[in-house]
């Protein structure tokens, strides 16, 4: 009987536990799920490929790009469809930050290519903020800034 008391005691205390605690112990895997998903989300701009963009894309989407203007999901798609952004990117140094259901990634982006019709190529730092929805990861924010010579 006594077992049976501190079974359901110590039941009762998990119980009371903050979600974060049980997060913190799978960090590991659902940073390796954020570094693979921005690495579908690069492959996907750089192939335009709308159907991946379309499920990678949070429906509120927003993204502020190196010219500082506040973009919707549907007018990235636009900008997609358009064929006037062809861009070649690579990553460096990215840093993944998990909070439960959220990450947060940051590092450098080199772009070689036009964006809106634009040339476009350089160095830029990103930041992207990701939630997991069901067993998928998806992007629901990020910003470039051009990284400018300050010597």
């Not at 921005?38 to 894309?57: F, G, N, T």
């Not at 990117?89 to 990215?94: D, R």
């Not at 350089?122 to 470039?144: C, E, F, H, I, P």
């Amino acid at each position: 009987m006594k077992r049976y008391f501190f079974a359901i005691a110590g039941l009762a205390l998990l119980l009371q536990l903050p979600n974060g605690v049980f997060a913190q112990a799978s960090s590991g895997n659902a940073e390796s799920e954020v570094r693979d998903a921005v690495e579908k989300y690069r492959v996907a701009l750089m192939k335009h490929d709308a159907v991946a963009l379309k499920q990678i894309w949070a429906g509120d989407y927003t993204f502020i790009n190196g010219g500082g203007q506040l973009l919707t999901k549907d007018q990235r798609l636009a900008n997609l469809g358009s064929g006037a952004t062809s861009l070649d990117i690579a990553m460096a140094g990215m840093k993944v930050r998990i909070y439960g259901d959220a990450a947060v990634t940051t590092g450098k982006v080199t772009i070689k290519g036009q964006y809106s019709g634009k040339e476009s190529s350089g160095d830029y730092q990103s930041m992207t903020v990701w939630v997991k929805r069901g067993s998928a990861w998806q992007l629901v924010a990020n910003q470039l800034t051009k990284i400018t010579d300050t010597n």
